[in-house]
């Protein structure tokens, strides 16, 4: 199992910045991708950014050139910089992982969600 822990998100006024940070614990070497999705009030949870342990990288198009996903890995944690926020960014950001479990599954598991409000 992984288990995951976030931080960051807040309050921020259009075209500004938040950094996210997702540290995982528990089996990491059994990572595969991580990543976060968000989801806004009255809307699906949708893939925001995902990265694999071999540096691959997948944006949701909204957000291509506007936010990095990146990885520390020797603390085993990954960020999200999200510049030029608009108010359309606004939704709970959830850390989400998968992982290879010993009978060689793929399982997922995810963060406890933290929110990020875009507004003046």
């Known amino acids: 199992q992984v288990q995951l822990v976030e931080s960051g998100g807040g309050l921020v006024q259009p075209g500004g910045s938040l950094r996210l940070s997702c540290t995982a614990s528990?089996?990491?070497?059994?990572?595969?991708?991580m990543g976060w999705y968000r989801q806004a009030p009255g809307k699906q949870r949708e893939l925001v950014a995902t990265?694999?342990?071999?540096?691959?990288?997948n944006y949701k198009d909204s957000v291509k050139g506007r936010f990095t996903i990146s990885s520390d890995n020797a603390k085993n944690t990954k960020y999200l910089q999200m510049n030029s926020l608009e108010p359309e960014d606004t939704a709970v950001y959830y850390c989400?992982?998968?992982?290879?479990?010993?009978?060689?599954?793929?399982?997922?598991?995810w963060g406890q969600g933290t929110q990020v409000t875009v507004s003046s």
């Open positions: 990265i694999t342990t071999g540096g691959g990288t």
């Open positions: 528990g089996s990491i070497r059994s990572i595969n991708t």
């Open positions: 989400y992982v998968r992982f290879w479990t010993g009978f060689g599954f793929l399982e997922g598991n």
